[in-house]
């Protein structure tokens, strides 16, 4: 079956570094989008970044847009979100997730998710 | 961006009673309108996707409809199990955006 694990979280400092992986398996990696989604203690869901199948297309939210910076490494069936310059308002747990229900060029939703890595940025 | 407003906030309903939740989008998503729920301490799951297609192994109390700017999910009768947060999600376009959720709670 699918199966989505992140890892790479943690206390961190405001002004650091961090990476996220989430390590891809039970199909093949390479045909798919991969997105980040992030949800603050007791807050809702919001999107972070997307990547093509490839890696040639990526996106990313205004609120990290600068700082954050999305990867992958279709070898390795991995994906990766390196954050820098990391602040209070980036704690939260961040989720790994990948398209599907795709059609035409265009996904319609994301059907597979990771279990969370949980980021601190703190003092 | 598209602002996605959820409605409402709370939800306090008994078991076997029928739910509607309600999306609406800044500006139209057509049926670019996905719906996940979420439980305490898990992943969200996909329920509702093309806004009104069940994804695999959903059950058919489950069901959403609408398009353009308003949305809604429906759920026919509700099991104990369904008591969670409900989110939609658009994906006509960067930036992807949720709404900030419904919370179905047990009256």
């Known amino acids: 079956q699918v199966q989505l694990v992140e890892s790479g979280g943690g206390v961190v400092q405001p002004g650091r570094s961090l990476r996220l992986s989430c390590v891809v398996s039970?199909?093949?990696?390479?045909?798919?989008?991969f997105h980040w989604v992030r949800q603050a203690p007791g807050k809702g869901l919001n999107w972070v970044s997307v990547?093509?199948?490839?890696?040639?297309?990526?996106s990313y939210a205004d609120s990290v847009k600068g700082r954050f910076t999305i990867s992958r490494d279709n070898s390795k069936n991995t994906l990766y979100l390196q954050m820098n310059s990391l602040r209070a308002e980036d704690t939260g747990v961040y989720y790994c997730?990948?398209?599907?229900?795709?059609?035409?060029?265009?996904?319609?939703?994301?059907?597979?998710w990771g279990q969370g890595t949980l980021v601190t940025v703190s003092s | 961006e598209i602002v996605l407003t959820q409605s409402p906030a709370t939800l306090s309903l008994s078991p076997g009673e029928r739910a509607t939740l309600s999306c609406r989008a800044s500006?139209?998503?057509?049926?670019?309108l996905a719906w996940y729920q979420q439980k305490p301490g898990q992943a969200p799951r996909l329920l509702i996707y093309?806004?009104?297609i069940r994804a695999t192994g959903i059950p058919a109390r489950f069901s959403g409809s609408g398009s353009g700017t308003d949305f809604t999910l429906t759920i026919s009768s509700l099991e104990p199990d369904d008591f969670a947060v409900y989110y939609c999600?658009?994906?006509?376009?960067?930036?992807?955006?949720f709404g900030g959720g419904t919370n179905v709670e047990i009256k």
């Open positions: 999600q658009h994906r006509i376009d960067w930036p992807l955006t």
């Open positions: 039970g199909f093949t990696f390479s045909m798919s989008g």
């Open positions: 997730a990948k398209d599907g229900y795709c059609s035409g060029g265009k996904c319609y939703a994301f059907d597979y």
């Open positions: 500006q139209s998503v057509d049926r670019f």
């Open positions: 093309g806004a009104s």
């Open positions: 990547i093509s199948y490839d890696g040639s297309d990526k």
